[in-house]
């Protein structure tokens, strides 16, 4: 049902910053099997997330995505693992990541799809027929919260950027420009034994592939549940938003679990959200950017977080929309 109301997305050729093409979100196996029509050669990407008309009536319309606040949905959801200059150890946190959905989430490495990015990471793709959750307008909120949580589980940082609403993926096998590699598919059970150099070397022609077959997985309670707890507490975060903004007095307030991050931190399997929850709340009250990371920082590098990470949450806290 999904797959057919929620057909649309939106494809770019060439950098990110150029035009965004209104396509069926069938284009993604297009990519796939290096048809013609994908342009493989150029760099591309597609939207990670899928809509229905209104969001196509919008891009006809008015030719952009900004401003679009309606309903997504997406039959992949992607964990972004990306590591500068350090391509053994994303390959390492990829591994330890699709252990952790084999094992402990019971997918199987046929359900899976794991990509080399072309350039300092991978993306690791698992389908939402798993678990069928329902399009909404926190979709991608939600579909944030449960990658991070999975992602902590397995004591693996994702890129919790990549979760707006109209976010741009790169699209498969398509060229990546400052590398000139492509982003190549890797069998999940290969990318288990396959060596940092030896993907590079994949990586310097395209490939087809077989998209995974519908039923290459049965009903996963255990994602179900994730799916479920990362819903109530997007719906929780968004409720007491709208208590404090209606306090009598027109006062807010800085959170309690804002007030206990900055003064103990939070443990690790939380850490992330509880940062990125933390800046949230700061934006809230227009905070600036420069007091943002000196009210975090400390707290969250004796968490435990590199400072990359927490450079990052906190950005994504500021400027990522809804907490």
Partial sequence: ?????????????????????LVDAAAFGGYAQCDPRAEIHREAYLSAFQFGGEFAEQLRRTGTTKGYSG????????????RDSDLPRALDDTRRLVVRLTGHYGMTPESLLVFFSGAKGFHVGIPSALWTPEP???????????????????GVVIDSAVYDRVRAFRAPNSLHPRTGLHKRHIDADAVLALSASAVLDMARLPEPF??????????????AGEWEAARNQVSAN????KQRRNTPDGAQRLNRATLEFIRDGAANGERHIRLYSAAANLREFNCPVALAHALLTESALDSGMTPTEVRRQIECGLNGGAA
């Fill in 1 to 21: 049902m999904s797959n057919e109301t929620y057909r649309y997305g939106f494809r770019i050729l060439g950098p990110c910053s150029g035009e965004r093409r």
């Fill in 71 to 82: 309903t997504c949905w997406t039959a992949w959801l992607w964990f972004d693992i990306d």
């Fill in 136 to 154: 909404g307008t926190d979709f991608h909120t939600v579909a944030r919260r449960m990658c991070e949580a999975i992602a902590d589980s397995a």
């Fill in 210 to 223: 077989e998209m995974p077959a519908p039923d290459a997985g049965t009903f996963s309670f255990a994602l």
């Fill in 238 to 241: 968004s409720e007491r938003t």
